[in-house]
Antibody, heavy 121, light 107 residues
Framework: EVQLVQSGAEVKKPGESLKIPCKAS????????IAWVRQMPGKGLEWVGL????????RYSPSFQGQVTISADKSISTAYLQWSSLKASDTAIYYC??????????????WGKGSTVIVSS | DIQMTQSPSSLSASVGDRVTITCRAS??????LNWYQQKAGEAPHLLIY???SLQSGVPPRFSGSGSGSDFTLTISNLQPEDFATYFC?????????FGGGTKVEIK
């Protein structure tokens, strides 16, 4: 079974750093992109970026470029989303998803349950 | 950026109804259009990809149509488990963008 397992809630103070994981299982981790998606409280879905564990290629939404870093450790089939200095406005649920590139279709077919990040002084 | 506009933003319907949700792109996205369902407190999950292809395991009462800029998601014979929020997404060009969502509520 293809699965993406995310960590639980993280409570941090403004200015602190954070790295949240997304552990993949049940498929070839290096064969698919991993996407990250933000959902702020009571709001819709926003694409953060993509990372390909096979060649370490990354793409970011302009809204998140320079604000977060996406990476992966192939040896443990885990992708990461990290912040060097959190802001209160980073408070949200962050989902990872497997991103499939078909012949004429690109889509997010398997999602993690989400990691809740709360940034508060 | 390609803007995705969904309508309506919410609707009330009864079990057994046929429901149609529309999604309009600010420019053509060809058929690079996906639909996701999100229930309260849960992660989104994929219903339809490439505008009209049903994801494995999704009931056939869900269907998608359209190409270019105008798309629809139809739920025929609405079931209690279908009350949720639905999002469209274009993956034609970066940045990937989602519609604002349509909340389907019980009448």
């Amino acid at each position: 079974e293809v699965q993406l397992v995310q960590s639980g809630a993280e409570v941090k103070k403004p200015g602190e750093s954070l790295k949240i994981p997304c552990k993949a299982s049940g498929y070839g981790f290096t064969n698919y992109w991993i996407a990250w998606v933000r959902q702020m409280p009571g709001k819709g879905l926003e694409w953060v970026g993509l990372f390909h564990p096979g060649d370490s290629d990354s793409r970011y939404s302009p809204s998140f470029q320079g604000q977060v870093t996406i990476s992966a450790d192939k040896s443990i089939s885990t992708a990461y989303l990290q912040w060097s200095s959190l802001k209160a406005s980073d408070t949200a649920i962050y989902y990872c998803a497997r991103y499939v590139e078909g012949q004429f279709s690109y889509y997010m077919d398997v999602w993690g349950k989400g990691s809740t990040v709360i940034v508060s002084s | 950026d390609i803007q995705m506009t969904q309508s309506p933003s919410s609707l009330s319907a009864s079990v057994g109804d046929r429901v149609t949700i529309t999604c309009r792109a600010s420019q053509s996205v060809r058929s690079y259009l996906n639909w996701y369902q999100q229930k309260a407190g849960e992660a989104p999950h994929l219903l339809i990809y490439a505008a009209s292809s049903l994801q494995s395991g999704v009931p056939p009462r869900f269907s998608g149509s359209g190409s270019g800029s105008d798309f629809t998601l139809t739920i025929s014979n609405l079931q209690p488990e279908d009350f949720a929020t639905y999002f469209c997404q274009q993956t034609y060009s970066s940045p990937l963008t989602f519609g604002g969502g349509t909340k389907v509520e019980i009448k």
